[in-house]
């Protein structure tokens, strides 16, 4: 098939002959950055061959269309993506690769615009355009790792719609400061305030926790927590957040992130727990990591807790693994899951598009009349076969413009 033709960034006004989630071909027609309506394509209204097609008119060629990813767990501040390799030099704990990042992020420009743009725009190539992103908030960085990457956004022009949780990677209480500057983050417009492993960080998990509440009730903000505590432990933690999500009425706008121990209970008690935290309105969000249990998706699901799925750091100071291509990540999640009949893996590509609306503030996120028009084109049969290859994206289409063509960023 011929490349799309090069030309640069263009206003979509229709996108003809596509197919979304494997169905017959469509018309996508699209308004201030919006889908507008939603027509069985037509090869009559199209422009016939050898003329010049209208502007704003994109010939979608048949192409499976998706909704653009939804990267549900980012950290864009933190990557030295562009740069030459760095070598890991940190130890293996938790501990140990908070020390060795804040020693040697400064002299990597971490965090910094250049490289958060070079994140977001690797995000971009491979089809995302809405994150949920996790930025360092320390008293050392004070709220400037925020102030990046608003600043990377707005170079992007918008392209990659984002929600940002202030992040207190060093921990909370054993940082006396931090819960002040998560308030001020709140304040300043993050949607969510992170914590992290409250018990094993802190050491403190009740104090932690009220801290974080405690700001988000008064903000009315949302609390994300990244929980790698496992077991007994981890499980304690997710039963405190479930008691002060309750109390504070913050149903809908509390998320556990990695949450390992939910994988790793007995089946009862993993019931139980999975049961509470559906009434609680608590999602959780996973990278889909080798090597450790797999969250129990069905069971999740039967409770009405959402999954939202993300890279986590690319190529940082933790690991350097990642590419930020969430079509490819959403391959592991349904191998790890097992998935094998057709529509668990096509509830795969759902749970890294359209169902993970919730994570980045959106009513909706499809393929549908009111959705912003963020289409994903891949040349595949339909959508398992584009969760099991992961073919490049031959367009991005994100807020209505074209942003990528054929792995080729023109923002
Ligand atoms: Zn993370």
Partial sequence: MPPFPSSPQVAV???RNVRPWGTDPVDLHVADGHITRVTPHSPAEAAPSGSVPAPGEVDGRGLLALPGFVNAHAHVDKSWWGKPWVSYGGEATTQGRIAHERE????????GVDVTVAVLREFLRHGTTAIRTHVDVDLGLGLRGIDVVRESLFVLGGAVDAEIVAFPQDGVLRR??????????????????GGLDPASIDRDPVTQLDGLFEIAERRGVGVDVHLHDGGELGAFQIELMIERTIRAGLQGKVNVAH???????PPTRMADLVEAMGDAGISMTTVAPIGATPLPLDLLRAHGVRVGLGTDGIRDLWAPYGTGDLLALTTRLSQLARFRHDEDIVRAARLATSDAAHFVGRPVHDLVEGARADVVLVDAENTMDAVVRAPGRALVVAG???VARDGEVLV
């Fill in 13 to 15: 006004s229709v996108l």
């Fill in 104 to 111: 040697h992020r400064d002299e990597l420009g971490i965090p």
């Fill in 176 to 193: 006396p400061g931090v819960l002040e500057l998560l308030d001020a983050a709140a304040t300043a417009g993050a949607e969510h305030i």
């Fill in 259 to 265: 949450g390992f121990a939910v994988g790793q209970l």
């Fill in 400 to 402: 209505g413009q074209v």
